[in-house]
């Protein structure tokens, strides 16, 4: 079955480090996606993983392990503006049978 | 280079209407997904089109549909509404269908009384 799991909510402080984690179970993985999303805003994309490792953007940096079923999207140097709903989908599939599957998000909450 | 634009931002409607959603994707991206958003299901796929055809399909009933133009915009169309149907819905492009990344449009919000 599909499967995404992620928390609902966190909490953070402003210039703190926040790990949001997100575990998925699919058949045919075929790359991971985090995605930011502002209260009454459309999601824009983060970041994509398709190998294992770490790519790092700036402050964002994510984090896949394909035998675990495992990422993470790692912020750093929290600013308020980071609070928000952070996506977590993931392509499976090749070809014409490709899809993206969403997990539930996670709501940030960064306080002063 | 405009973003991706939804019309309209905001519709009531009433159960057993029926509604049609306009998308037109960024200038250059061919294939356009849709998708509805509620609080408790999050985002879940519809459809997508590229170059005018549906590529690939999600698990909603028949009464949603869509359809893309040869300039690329698309619609989608919900008859016979439920009050199920109230959601957000959301309408992304991206380059030919690689899809490695897609960029959602501002999305319409829909109730239905």
């Known amino acids: 079955g599909q499967n995404i799991d992620q928390p609902t909510e966190m909490t953070a402080t402003e210039g703190a480090i926040v790990q949001i984690n997100c575990t998925y179970q699919?058949?045919?993985?075929?790359?991971l996606f985090w995605y930011q999303q502002h209260a009454g805003e459309a999601p824009t994309f983060l970041s994509y993983?398709?190998l294992d490792g770490l790519e790092e953007k700036g402050r964002f940096s994510s984090f896949l392990s394909r035998s675990k079923g495992y990422s993470y999207l790692l912020l750093k140097e929290l600013q308020m503006k980071d609070s928000a709903s952070y996506l977590c989908?993931?392509?499976?599939?090749?070809?014409?049978?490709?899809?993206?599957?969403w997990g539930l998000g996670t709501s940030l909450a960064v306080n002063p | 280079k405009a973003g991706v634009t939804q019309t309209p931002r905001y519709l009531i409607k009433t159960r057993g209407q029926q509604v049609t959603l306009s998308c037109s994707p960024i200038?250059?991206?061919?294939?356009v997904s849709w998708y509805q958003q509620t609080p408790g299901q999050g985002l879940q796929f519809l459809f997508e089109?590229?170059?005018?055809?549906?590529?690939n399909k999600g698990n909603f009933p028949g009464r949603f549909s869509g359809r893309q133009f040869s300039n690329s915009r698309s619609e989608m169309n919900v008859s016979t509404l439920e009050l199920g149907d109230s959601a957000l819905y959301l309408c992304?492009?991206?380059?030919?269908?690689?899809?490695?990344?897609?960029?959602f449009g501002p999305g319409t919000r829909l109730t239905v009384t």
């Open positions: 993983n398709v």
């Open positions: 089109y590229f170059s005018e055809t549906q590529r």
């Open positions: 989908a993931v392509r499976e599939g090749a070809g014409n049978n490709r899809k993206l599957i």
């Open positions: 992304a492009s991206s380059l030919e269908a690689a899809r490695l990344e897609q960029y």
């Open positions: 699919t058949s045919g993985f075929n790359g």
């Open positions: 200038s250059g991206h061919r294939s």
